[in-house]
């Protein structure tokens, strides 16, 4: 078994790029947000209607048909004209068409539904892992992703790259959240609604190490694909004494740790592996 210790060597410019890279992070997340609100975004249409929501159901031109009922134990309303009608697991322009579809059969030309979520039901939502304030937390309306995780004060400095989303619902469905792509690429198709009973974590960041004869030895955040060639570079690059042909990894392997001599540049990098760069013998 090889042991290695490494040195911690004071490197201002990379700490100060780290910072920034903090920095840049925390403000790609508020803009996003804040473009959420002054977009107006309205996700009302796509709420899924449970148990507990008061709805307001109007049909145009027919004042007598306007009604606000609340949605029942076993997901259902009562409804002039169709009686009772099942709605709960339905977004509300799903309802609203199965209302109209109903109407139509019989009892209305072309019936124009509107429906209103007048009271939300509670949703209690937890996430855990690297954000400022953990817990769990009680949503009323739609909810996407994001606005929870601003709720919950934005990511810690030690956020990774992945949120798991755990919902209760037949087989338990997992769902990955790529916060890469959500916050710093702006793909708004990770950005996916909460549910009432949903379960958030998100990961702490990777990290590994390079030492030995490099400009910047220092730990450093690991990114999914980082190569051998790519840590290096990230810690300044080669100082004159280095050896290039006798890099080596020493990864851990379980409660061990293994040594893999002479990688060549495009090896691939993971979490915990320590980098060192010897000095050349000549």
């Known amino acids: 078994m090889t042991s290695l210790h490494v040195g911690r060597r004071t490197d201002w410019s990379g700490r100060i790029g780290r910072r920034l890279e903090i920095r840049m992070k925390r403000l790609f997340f508020f803009v996003f947000v804040f473009l959420l609100v002054l977009e107006g975004i309205s996700l009302s249409q796509d709420y899924i209607v449970g148990e507990g929501d008061l709805l307001e159901v109007s049909v145009y031109d027919h004042p007598d048909l306007t009604v606000t009922v609340r949605v029942g134990g076993e997901g259902s309303i009562q409804f002039p004209l169709i009686g009772q009608v099942k709605v709960g697991g339905l977004t509300v322009n799903q309802v609203a068409r199965k209302i109209a579809r109903l109407l139509s ?25 690297e954000v400022n304030n953990p817990g769990l937390y009680e949503l009323r309306g739609t909810t996407t992703f994001l606005e929870l995780l601003s709720k919950a004060g934005g990511l810690t400095d030690d956020a990774g790259d992945t949120a798991t989303l755990k919902r209760m619902t037949k087989g338990n469905n997992v769902i990955r959240i790529d916060l890469k792509r959500l916050i710093r690429e702006g793909d708004m198709s990770q950005n996916i609604m909460i549910m009432d009973g949903d379960s958030i974590y998100v990961t702490k960041a ?11 030895p220092d730990a450093y955040r690991y990114e999914e694909g980082t190569t051998v060639l790519k840590a290096i570079t990230m810690a300044g690059g080669f100082t004159d004494k280095a050896s290039t042909t006798r890099v080596k990894i020493i990864r851990k392997n379980g409660d061990r740790e293994m040594v893999i001599e002479k990688v060549g540049m495009d090896e691939p990098v993971y979490p915990d592996d320590i980098i060192v760069v010897p000095e050349s013998f000549f």
Do not use: L, W
């Open 105 to 129: 059969d019989g009892y209305i030309v072309d019936p124009q539904v509107n429906v209103f979520i007048k009271e939300f039901q509670s949703k209690k939502v937890t996430i855990m892992g």
């Open 206 to 216: 990777g990290q590994f190490y390079v030492t030995g004869e490099v400009k910047k």
